[in-house]
């Protein structure tokens, strides 16, 4: 019981359910809401890409590129063309998920600096079309969206969102984590090491690829698509290169190939641009200051590097007080 | 021993950060001063326009508490860099309004800030006060949301007045991709029927297009063109005007006011000589007239920047200049920062002399500018001299 209650999938869960029922405690007005579900959005998109490039160990350069289409998708049909905005979501996902799924095989033959290349690409083109048909995405001013509603109720205020955002955040982590544990998660393990060596065995690389590829796609998409709503206007920026490098930034600032580190990565790196506002002109270079310190000391990311420091403490202090070593 | 030194360096962190609370509280309490909100795009592709802004707010915010503040209360700037991204915008706007509960907000570099954030001063009930350009920000009216540079409508129609004084009807559009570009050329083609303008040739380039010879050349051979007008923005239209001069095109060649500085007449060099442009009065501050009403304040405004910052003064700067200015003469009005008072004195405002023009604010109109805003300049020996 006790070892189940440590592993990630239930202790770690039940820890990150803690957290999100007992964080309103904290957020006293509706700004800390509005980071709090900012956070949680940029998780959902990080756990993710984590499943892509942490577990896979295939990079995205263009994931934004994704969570862009999901935002667009959504507020063109919920916005210009009238779809309830539950279908418009449904029906962007699915389209996303087609995409990537499309491009995934050609792109996935690629691997190191080619497969960075070609996402980074594919980010650029759904970028440019975004700023330049400006019929429908408004261009590089952007274009307004509609709230979040299902049937006649509206979807509205900070603090709805956050528990709606939270439950999905709870589930995306719960998908992930369930995924990393089945048959498909440990080929995926396999295919990181080695990827002649996962083929040896028998793991059909190309199609686990294009697999992971389309479910990080799709959460992203997910993500794009609330954001959307949330905020309840779109811009190009979301969809920007520099978005996608934010993304990769918060995976491998929490850690790699963990799920857990995915969201520290996406909350500490959405909050500290806010926490460093008090450095005034000085904000960017601290910024820079605490990533690279972060990276030097905690080389492996925030959650694994300070989870390997806790065993090699319980290690010392259990040989230690063990007469017998 | 290394935990040790641990929990001392947590105790001093922590100790610093009581001490820097306990500063910020102590200043808040020490007295009631009126709180300016403002979010610009001090970084990244917009910090020309959020640089400036950013800037003058605190030249001016300086200036006018070392004068003895307004209605004998400090002003207190309370500013967050955006970087030209909605979604920051958005959330510093949160944190104006709740966290730091400014009693109103001048800022909005761009039209996507501006527009992001607009539900949520409406819903909060909070004079805001937007330096983009846009018509949409103004039109429909919106009850809490003002701004102060001239829209891009203007500027297309301030040409075509223009075009229409020297019987050019027939005219080509030739626009980059960009924001502004895109913009204006829309509002361009929406007004031309009301002048009585054709557009018979309409032209686009890319962004990072160095060469604009192919478009040109279709525009030099369509039929019955008699002026071209390039609604564009950085480097674009200095390329736009070599290239029109190199293919030797003859009739007339307007710019916008995206790019009305004396820096676009040292990009393209003798090629800008007859250029005509709509600009503010800024450009020319010191060439205008002793008569002229705007000079003392454009030329105040100059001289307090170029003193200060030791760079060339821009319009975008000026705009921040009067949305402060607009807000302290509504607070002076209202008698106070009661937000329903101030919105009421910002609705009020007749006859302010500001850097972009005079402003005549209405119920039906939060921009409060016509077209005597503008200046029609033309290229002349290396510099701008205003057309009569």
């Known amino acids: 019981m006790l070892q189940r209650l440590a592993s990630p999938r239930t202790g770690g869960l039940l820890a990150l359910a803690a957290a999100i029922v007992l964080l309103p405690f904290l957020l006293s007005n509706s700004y800390f809401y509005d980071i709090a579900i900012l956070v949680g959005l940029n998780a959902i998109v990080c756990v993710g890409l984590n499943l892509l490039i942490g577990y896979a160990g295939q990079i995205s350069l263009g994931h934004a590129g994704f969570f862009g289409l999901g935002a667009y998708g959504s507020a063109i049909l919920a916005s210009r063309y009238g779809w309830p905005p539950l279908a418009a979501m449904l029906t962007t996902t699915l389209a996303v998920a087609a995409l990537a799924f499309l491009v995934g095989r050609p792109i996935l033959r690629l691997k190191g600096h080619y497969l960075a290349m070609a996402t980074l690409g594919l980010g650029i083109i759904i970028f440019m079309v975004i700023t330049t048909e400006d019929k429908f995405t408004g261009g590089p001013d952007g274009l307004s969206v509609v709230p979040f509603s299902i049937g006649e109720y509206t979807l509205r205020g900070e603090r709805l969102w956050y528990w709606i955002v939270g439950a999905l955040l709870l589930f995306a982590v ?83 190939a963990s799920t857990f580190g995915a969201v520290v990565g996406a909350a500490v790196l959405t909050t500290l641009p806010q926490l460093l506002t008090v450095f005034k002109d000085y904000e960017m270079m601290v910024f820079g200051a605490v990533m690279m310190g972060t990276m030097i000391f905690l080389p492996r990311g925030v959650v694994p590097s300070l989870g390997r420091l806790l065993e090699l403490r319980r290690q010392g202090a259990a040989s230690r007080s063990d007469p017998r070593t | 021993m290394k935990t040790t030194q641990a929990k001392t360096s947590i105790k001093r962190s922590l100790a610093v950060l009581a001490a820097s609370c306990a500063l910020f509280t102590g200043q808040a309490v020490a007295q009631e001063p009126i709180k300016v909100g403002a979010f610009l795009s001090v970084t990244g592709g917009a910090a020309f326009l959020g640089d400036p802004e950013n800037k003058t707010l605190e030249l001016y915010v300086e200036k006018v508490n070392a004068a003895g503040g307004v209605l004998g209360r400090k002003l207190q700037l309370v500013s967050y860099d955006s970087a030209g991204d909605a979604e ?296 701008w001299t205003e057309v009569k």
């Open chain 2, 88 to 383: 920051k915008a958005r959330t510093f706007v949160k944190r104006l309004i709740e966290q730091d509960k400014v009693d109103l907000i001048v800022g909005g570099s761009t039209t996507g800030e501006t527009m992001a954030v607009v539900p949520l001063v409406e819903a909060a009930q909070i004079p805001f006060i937007s330096l983009a350009g846009a018509v949409v920000i103004i039109e429909p009216v919106k009850k809490w949301v003002f701004k102060t540079p001239h829209t891009d409508r203007m500027a297309c129609e301030k040409v075509f007045v223009d075009m229409q004084a020297r019987k050019l009807s027939k005219i080509a559009l030739i626009s980059g991709a960009g924001g502004f570009d895109k913009s204006m050329r829309a509002e361009c083609l929406k007004v031309a029927a009301k002048h009585k303008i054709e557009v018979i040739a309409d032209e686009t380039y890319g962004a990072g297009d160095t060469d604009m010879t192919a478009q040109l050349t279709k525009i030099k051979n369509t039929a019955g063109v008699q002026a071209v007008l390039n609604p564009g923005f950085g480097q674009g239209p200095a390329i736009v005007t070599k290239n029109y001069r190199q293919i030797g095109i003859a009739f007339p060649l307007y710019q916008s006011h995206g790019v009305a500085s004396k820096e676009f007449i040292n990009l393209s060099g003798a090629a800008a000589e007859g250029v005509r442009l709509p600009a503010a009065a800024l450009l020319i501050a010191e060439s205008l007239p002793a008569s002229d009403p705007q000079r003392s304040v454009v030329v105040n405004y100059k001289k307090d920047y170029e003193a200060r910052f030791k760079s060339d003064v821009s319009t975008f700067g000026g705009h921040a200049y009067d949305g402060l200015m607009l807000a302290i003469e509504a607070v002076k009005k209202a008698g106070g920062t009661d937000k329903a008072k101030v919105r009421d004195a910002l609705e009020g405002v007749r006859g302010y002399m500001g850097t972009a023009g005079v402003v005549n604010m209405s119920a039906t109109d939060h921009m409060g500018l016509d077209l005597t805003a503008f200046r029609m300049l033309e290229g002349k020996g290396g510099n």
């Open chain 1, 174 to 256: 719960w998908l992930a984590l369930n995924l990393i544990e089945s048959p498909a998660g440990r080929a995926l393990r396999a295919l990181h090491s080695s990827e002649v060596g996962a083929e040896v065995v028998g793991i059909d690389a190309a199609r686990q690829k294009v697999m992971v590829f389309v479910i990080s796609a799709v959460f992203a998409s997910v993500a794009g698509s609330l954001a959307a709503h949330y905020s309840g206007f779109v811009t190009p920026g979301k969809v920007a290169f520099f978005h996608s490098i934010e993304l990769v930034t918060m995976v491998v600032f929490g850690g790699m």
